[in-house]
């Protein structure tokens, strides 16, 4: 949900970031296509969660979600008291329902030690400057490319017009990589926010010793209200708490 994600290693520590940054990636399948007239744009929110890995790690994320005019930043940040902590933000525009991210940065520590990574999106270009220990690379982006957080947006934008593909591109620290979903129906279920109908999306992995489940409410613009993720043996669950 929420992170942080890949770009960490899989040690249990690690691990409880990456757990909030998977649930930045979020993808289902709405039932009908509405027409542009009955176009729909989600909401600014804030949205607390709780996750823990075996029951060993406990910690703490929040995601907001806000607007000035036509400037969206979307940050989240995520803590294991006295072990680890990350935060991500991302800027973007919206040109009708398209999400144009103009920058993201990612930074966590674990036990004091930490790393930063930035992307600056140039789409007039067609490039993404990703920057990582004090080193930037120019990549190449022959198809819109996303970091975690507006890759998030754009995925909700599109469960809420009908338009969702299951396919996505995503801006790494040396690559643009293609990013896949598929739909595995629908459920009703409880988290401490409360109870609700949720579509079920998995994250399809090129490796078979990973797997990420993402249950979200259309009810909340398809806000993820449930994340489980395994990796390398290690079980992650994330769960909504509050949306303010």
């Keep these: 949900m929420s992170i942080i994600k890949n770009y960490l290693s899989a040690s249990p520590t690690n691990a409880i970031l990456r757990t909030s940054a998977a649930a930045a990636l979020i993808g289902a399948m709405s039932l009908t296509a509405p027409t542009l007239a009955n176009a729909k744009n989600i909401a600014p ?3 607390d969660y709780s996750f823990t890995i075996e029951d060993k790690y406990k910690g703490s994320a ?9 400037s969206w930043k979307y940050n989240m940040s995520a803590r294991v008291s006295g072990v680890a902590s990350a935060s991500q933000n991302s800027s973007f525009s919206l040109s009708g329902t398209s999400v144009i991210p103009s920058s993201a940065n ?22 993404v400057v990703s920057t990582y220990k004090g080193e930037s690379k120019t990549l190449k982006m022959s ?15 599109d469960l809420l017009n009908g338009k969702f593909t299951g396919s996505y591109y995503m801006a790494k620290k040396d690559k643009i990589e293609k990013t896949a979903f598929r739909k595995s129906g629908s459920t009703k279920i409880t988290v401490p926010a409360g109870t609700f109908d949720t579509v ?9 010793s990973r797997s990420t489940s993402f249950w979200l409410a259309p009810s909340l613009d ?13 079980k992650m669950d994330l769960e909504l708490t509050k949306v303010r």
Excluded: C
């Excluded at 990612?106 to 490039?127: D, E, I, W």
């Excluded at 079920?200 to 078979?208: E, L, T, Y």
């Design 200 to 208: 079920r999306v998995d994250r399809i992995h090129d490796d078979n």
């Design 143 to 157: 198809q819109q490319a996303f970091d975690d957080l507006s890759l998030e947006i754009q995925i909700r934008q």
């Design 45 to 47: 929110s804030t949205a």
């Design 106 to 127: 990612t930074t966590y520590k674990v036990f004091g030690m930490g790393r930063t990574h930035k992307l600056a999106f140039n789409p007039s270009s067609k490039q």
């Design 62 to 70: 929040t995601r907001t979600l806000s607007q000035a005019g036509n």
């Design 222 to 234: 398809y806000l993820p209200v449930k994340v489980v993720q395994v990796n390398d043996g290690k």
